[in-house]
């Protein structure tokens, strides 16, 4: 698949690559990442004053209307260089679902924050016994008055360290794997909630987080949290390839660049035709996964049939893909390949922590054939 991109889609994406290329160098991203903070609030504020944060949401939530393709397109660059702030967990996840689910009051209230860089927000939703289910959740949350008091845990929250407000999954009805789960916004400074942050391996920052007695907001209405939840899950798996395949894209450049120098027994390790094939193949799983990911973000912005199931086809093929064009890199690049100083090592990390957020390949694959079966 190919897609025609508009003249306003084409902007947007120079406008990305000249912000990153002239701002958001390896060095650049060694230091932030490196920071006490973790993340650059100048580069979120010019992410924003550009539009970024704006772009995918509707015009009547006070956005772009840019969709899944400004996803997509925004995705894409970031994954080429590495970005660690957080995108998908504030616009795509958090601000999807109000967008999605949120009241009208919810939405004019929250939405703002977002597109203009004040409020950073992060989904908490997974827990220990969970694993890839939504529906597994033994956080509770039980109503007093106008108000919902959660207490539970949530494990591995990404952004949750430099998070205003959560988005936090909690049990209104039923048992640990039924029905009967609600969403919930919650101050991620409010009393009773407890973080644990730590350094992911791919150099962000996540938390996990303890709620005792915390008062929070109903998100939309009770008992969809589940359905809201499985949008989502295609709208990120959208997000999540982008930014793989523009990691994979980076990868395949570095090696080919660096098999033109490196030198082995008198001649380039290039010309040795064992190599060339598989850098063939590494140049063959890019254009694949490409493909596919155009063929999803285009599907998510039609709203095409049969979405599930494509996606959960291209989080397997492109996660499979990943992983195969990270290995080979690093193996080609030697033992420096997996050197900090060398961001080889720092793409292939980024992939492999892609390739296990919402399901890892081989949890899609089995999905893909139980939706095939059900179809």
Same mark, same amino acid.
């Given at each position: 698949m190919d897609i025609q991109f508009t003249e306003e889609q084409d902007m947007l994406r120079s406008s990305v690559q000249r912000l990153l290329r002239d701002q958001y160098d390896f060095d650049t991203r060694r230091k932030i990442v490196a920071s006490e903070q973790g993340f650059s609030r100048k580069q979120w504020e010019a992410f924003a004053e550009l539009g970024l944060l704006a772009a995918p949401f509707s015009e009547d939530a006070g956005g772009l209307g840019g969709g899944a393709l400004s996803t997509m397109i925004i995705m894409q660059e970031f994954g080429r260089h590495l970005v660690v702030e957080p995108f998908v967990e504030t616009? !795509?996840? $958090?601000?999807?679902l109000i967008e999605q689910a949120g009241t009208s009051e919810q939405k004019q209230s929250f939405i703002p924050g977002i597109i203009d860089g004040s409020k950073i927000w992060a989904l908490a939703w997974t827990e220990k016994a969970s694993r890839f289910d939504f529906a597994n959740v033994a956080t509770r949350a039980r109503r007093e008055g106008s108000d919902y008091v959660l207490s539970g845990q949530k494990t591995m929250v990404i952004a949750a360290p430099w998070a205003d407000h959560l988005i936090v999954s909690a049990r209104t009805s039923g048992d640990d794997r039924d029905g009967g789960v609600s969403l919930f916004v919650v101050d991620r400074r409010a009393v009773g909630v407890d973080l644990r942050s730590f350094k992911t391996i791919d150099g962000r920052r996540a938390a996990e987080v303890d709620l005792r007695e915390v008062h929070a907001q109903l998100l939309g209405r009770e008992g969809e949290g589940v359905a809201a939840l499985e949008a989502c899950r295609e709208r990120a798996i959208g997000a999540l390839c982008a930014e793989a395949v523009g990691a994979i894209g980076e990868l395949n450049? @570095?090696?080919?660049? *660096?098999? %033109?120098?490196? /030198?082995? =027994?008198? @001649?380039? &390790?290039?010309? =040795?035709?064992?190599?060339?094939?598989?850098? !063939?193949?590494?140049? &063959?799983?890019?254009?694949?996964?490409?493909?596919?990911?155009?063929?999803?973000?285009?599907?998510?912005?039609?709203? #095409?049939?049969?979405?599930?199931?494509? @996606?959960? #086809?291209?989080?397997? /093929? &492109?996660? *499979? $893909? #990943? %992983?195969?064009? @990270?290995d080979q890199a690093v193996q080609l690049h030697g033992g420096m390949g997996m050197t900090d100083e060398l961001n080889v090592g720092h793409y292939f990390k980024r992939i492999s922590s892609i390739n296990i957020q919402f399901g890892d390949p081989a949890f899609h694959l089995l999905r893909y054939a139980q939706l095939d079966a059900a179809a």
């Open positions: 616009v !795509v996840l $958090a601000g999807g450049s @570095a090696t080919l660049e *660096y098999s %033109k120098t490196r /030198k082995q =027994f008198g @001649a380039t &390790i290039g010309s =040795f035709q064992v190599l060339q094939h598989r850098m !063939v193949e590494m140049f &063959i799983a890019h254009q694949e996964a490409l493909s596919l990911m155009q063929h999803l973000n285009l599907s998510l912005s039609t709203g #095409g049939a049969g979405l599930p199931r494509l @996606a959960s #086809g291209a989080k397997s /093929k &492109i996660g *499979y $893909a #990943g %992983k195969f064009v @990270a």
